[in-house]
């Protein structure tokens, strides 16, 4: 196992979450590594401060930072989707705002979720990496994998295959994934994989595309006819990009 798949997957160790066999594979290679060593240590140390964090007043630089940057939005001060995205969450709320504190605590909650949902999302990539059995459904045909979807899950998820784009549609899953069973498609490039989470989008979603680069591996994720996707690949950040816009255009068509 490399580093970076054990990263994603220490949370999981110490929640005591994962199967026997990529249990026993992670602790062997911590056993092994001082840097996934170190790392779980800090995990140890640090999961009980940040959960409090969630739960607690946010810190008032914190707060002003967010403030500003509503403040800026408009001039386009704004700049890294993190903070984009916390500005259009308060907007969101702007009827809020005026009560104070407490908008912006509201904000900075979905801002942590939304991290550990990202975290969340490439650590189920990671898992279905290692496991042989990953693909429930083995099948590249939208008009199979559809219908095959349907009793398993609450929703009807948007099936593309990009074969003729160069992105092959391999097969699909259902994962249990951010507290909730989503959509899970297969892609590949050049043995790269690509995996695409799909769900409804609940209100915590903002309308507008989101990159983020997590232990190595390429997020993007948006929002499209009251569907949230979730594309993670370690295929470089500009084919992912490419992959997500056709993915988008033809999910509409
Ligand atoms: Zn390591």
Not at 24 to 30: D, F, I, L, N, Y
Not at 221 to 250: C, M, P, T
Request: glycine content about 8%.
């Amino acid at each position: 196992m490399k580093c970076e798949e054990v990263r994603e997957l220490l949370e999981a160790l110490h929640d005591n979450e994962l199967v026997p066999e990529t249990r026993a594979a992670v602790v062997e290679h911590v056993q092994g590594c001082s840097g996934c060593a170190r790392a779980l240590r800090d995990l140890e140390v640090l999961r009980p401060v940040i959960a409090k964090a969630g739960r607690f007043v946010t810190p008032a630089e914190l707060r002003a930072r967010i403030i500003r940057t509503l403040r800026h939005r408009d001039a386009g001060f704004a700049r890294g989707w993190r903070w984009r995205t916390l500005s259009a969450l308060v907007a969101s709320h702007a009827a809020m705002i005026i009560g104070g504190g407490l908008i912006v605590y509201v904000a900075t909650s979905d801002y942590l979720r939304h991290g550990s949902a990202t975290r969340e999302v490439v650590a189920a990539h990671v898992r279905s990496l290692l496991d042989e059995r990953r693909l429930a459904l083995t099948s590249g045909d939208q008009h199979t994998v559809r219908p095959w979807f349907a009793g398993k899950l609450d929703f009807s998820p948007e099936v593309v295959n990009l074969e003729q784009d160069g992105f092959p549609l391999l097969g699909a899953r259902v994962d249990y994934v951010d507290g909730r069973y989503q959509a899970a498609l297969e892609y590949t490039r050049r043995n790269h994989k690509i995996t695409v989470f799909e769900a409804p989008a609940d209100e915590t979603w903002v309308n507008a595309t989101r990159r983020s680069v997590h232990n190595g591996y390429n997020v993007i994720q948006w929002v499209s006819g009251g569907l949230s996707y979730q594309a993670i690949s370690d295929l470089n950040g500009s084919e992912l990009g490419h992959f997500a816009a056709l993915l988008r255009r033809k999910s509409k068509e």
